[in-house]
């Protein structure tokens, strides 16, 4: 397929042969020290690197908890809302709804 789907990779920021293997592709899902989400800094820092190429740097979580706005002006260009705290919610697909109900962050 021409052009084919973008292939979006997880890069541990905190490890060189990780990051390379993630830049390579056309996107990058970072994750720091395997558990948690990078520092704007370090996105910013990501984006330097990568000159002004046409790179996806997509990051998670939830509005509620952080600013999407804030990690797209550190370079971020995807913000996927993701609500792991939903699987402990007495009815996870209600919660999700209701985040759909409540709009964009």
């Known amino acids: ?3 084919r789907v973008p292939i979006w990779c997880v890069g541990a920021v905190d490890k060189p042969k990780s990051m390379a293997r993630a830049l390579r592709w056309d996107g990058l899902l970072p994750q720091y020290n395997g558990t948690s989400q990078p520092t704007l800094q370090q996105i910013a820092a990501i984006r330097e690197q990568l000159d002004g190429r046409d ?3 997509v990051i998670e979580g939830e509005g509620s908890e952080h600013s999407p ?3 797209e002006d550190a370079g971020a260009t995807w913000w996927i809302e993701s609500m792991w705290s939903a699987v402990n919610e007495v009815d996870a697909v209600l919660a999700a709804h209701d985040r759909l109900v409540a709009g964009p962050p």
């Open 1 to 3: 397929q021409q052009p």
């Open 55 to 57: 790179y996806d740097i």
């Open 69 to 71: 706005r804030v990690w």
